[in-house]
């Protein structure tokens, strides 16, 4: 298993700033996911993100409006940029555990954009 | 990766068993059915995950039938702390994969 934390855990931020969000894992991974959910609704994969290459974003999507980093096996951050009120949500990162479809979520972050 | 779909919610009482059935007609040759459980405010939960038959869990049970069209996680004897939203998911297990979540099942288990 893995144990997954994220910060900040809420933030209230201001529309046209950015806020990014980190993710550590008590072990070393090769796949952190990105996700975000909005109230009420199912979760939104964002991108994939692995050691020393570069994220691979999905459908709708884009780099410059969500940056990611994957300095090392253990951490990643997500920056979501130019915020609007549509952006308020949870995002959640994920890695998988090795060998399994199983993977293994953090807490959340709870966005709002005023 | 195969769709799915489950009923959007489900009531039960506390001590009843519950079933949740998940249909996915698409599902390929090397593609298994996971379950996740999400409670408010946290991350979504692994559950149990199976490719064929009867997989058992110390929190639930898996069926999946022969032709693996379906398949129907088995909550026994449920409880108010149940109450949560169930995902099904369908891909292929091992190595890398990326989940895409449906819009999964709302259990609420009633005293």
Same mark, same amino acid.
């Given at each position: 298993s893995a144990v997954i934390s994220q910060k900040p855990s809420r933030d209230i931020c201001q529309r046209g700033t950015s806020l990014t969000i980190q993710c550590q894992v008590d072990s070393q991974v090769t796949m952190m996911?990105?996700?975000?959910?909005?109230p009420g609704q199912s979760l939104t994969l964002i991108a994939? =993100? /692995?050691q020393g290459s570069e994220a691979t974003y999905e459908?709708?999507?884009?780099?410059?409006k969500f940056p990611i980093s994957r300095p090392n096996l253990t951490f990643s951050t997500l920056t979501v940029s130019n915020m *609007? &009120? $549509?952006? *308020? %949500?949870?995002? #959640?990162? %994920?890695? $998988?555990?090795?060998? =399994? /479809? $199983?993977? +293994?979520?953090? &807490?959340?972050?709870?966005? @709002?954009?005023? | 990766l195969a769709k799915t779909t489950q009923p959007i919610s489900m009531d *039960? +009482? $506390?001590?009843q068993e519950v079933n949740i059935t998940c249909s996915h007609n698409n599902i =390929?040759? /090397?593609?298994?059915?996971t379950w996740y459980q999400q409670f408010p405010s946290q991350g979504p939960r692994f559950i149990i995950q199976g490719y064929k038959t009867k997989v058992t869990n110390e929190v639930a049970s898996l069926f999946i039938p022969a032709d693996r069209? *379906? %398949? @129907? #996680?088995?909550? &026994?004897r449920v409880s108010l702390s149940d109450t949560a939203v169930y995902y099904c998911l369908v891909g292929i297990s091992g190595g890398y994969n990326k989940l895409i979540f449906g819009a999964g099942t709302r259990l609420a288990v009633h005293p």
């Open positions: 996911f990105w996700y975000r959910q909005q994939t =993100a /692995n459908s709708g999507f884009v780099i410059d *609007s &009120p $549509e952006d *308020s %949500s949870i995002y #959640l990162c %994920s890695v $998988e555990s090795g060998g =399994a /479809n $199983e993977q +293994y979520f953090g &807490p959340g972050t709870r966005l @709002t954009v005023t | *039960s +009482y $506390e001590g =390929a040759t /090397n593609d298994y059915i069209k *379906s %398949s @129907t #996680l088995s909550l &026994p």
